[in-house]
């Protein structure tokens, strides 16, 4: 199933629930199918996503280059340039760790990081 970005917007508000500890992982990973219809698979990962951007770590999956940019962006509207800078790190972290796996390498996301970079 194609995420889709009103999906990725109810995800978002629900995963920023999670950062916040008004939800459980589960619980969210629930309510963001429930809201959105996005597979609760898919939505435990847009969680560990969200949670890893804003910590500047490493994550393995991923998601399509707007909902990408959506989280970047929101991140930073939300949260400031600290928790941006975090997120920038962390996606630079996934395509660096992508790039291992020789399956080919994330140019178009590596495009948006490196032109969203101050």
Same mark, same amino acid.
């Given at each position: 199933?194609?995420?889709?970005?009103?999906?990725? *917007?109810?995800?978002?508000?629900?995963?920023?629930?999670?950062?916040? +500890?008004?939800?459980? +992982?589960?619980?969210?990973?629930?309510? =963001?199918? +429930?809201? @959105?219809?996005? @597979?609760?698979?898919?939505? &435990?990962?847009? =969680?560990? =996503?969200?949670?890893?951007?804003? #910590? %500047? $770590? $490493?994550? *393995?999956?991923?998601? /399509?280059?707007?909902?990408?940019?959506?989280?970047? $962006? @929101?991140? +930073?509207?939300? !949260? %400031?340039?600290?928790?941006?800078? /975090?997120?920038? /790190?962390?996606?630079?972290?996934?395509?660096?760790?992508?790039?291992?796996?020789? *399956?080919? /390498?994330? @140019?178009? !996301? &590596?495009?948006?990081? #490196?032109?969203?970079?101050?």
């Amino acid at each position: 199933m194609k995420i889709t970005m009103a999906m990725s *917007k109810e995800a978002y508000n629900t995963a920023k629930k999670v950062y916040r +500890r008004q939800l459980s +992982r589960s619980e969210g990973k629930i309510e =963001i199918h +429930r809201l @959105s219809g996005m @597979s609760e698979g898919s939505a &435990q990962a847009f =969680i560990t =996503i969200f949670l890893a951007m804003m #910590d %500047g $770590e $490493e994550y *393995k999956r991923a998601f /399509n280059n707007a909902t990408n940019r959506f989280l970047i $962006e @929101s991140i +930073r509207e939300d !949260f %400031g340039e600290h928790y941006y800078l /975090n997120a920038l /790190n962390a996606a630079q972290k996934h395509i660096n760790y992508y790039a291992t796996l020789g *399956k080919g /390498n994330l @140019s178009g !996301f &590596q495009s948006i990081i #490196d032109e969203m970079r101050p």
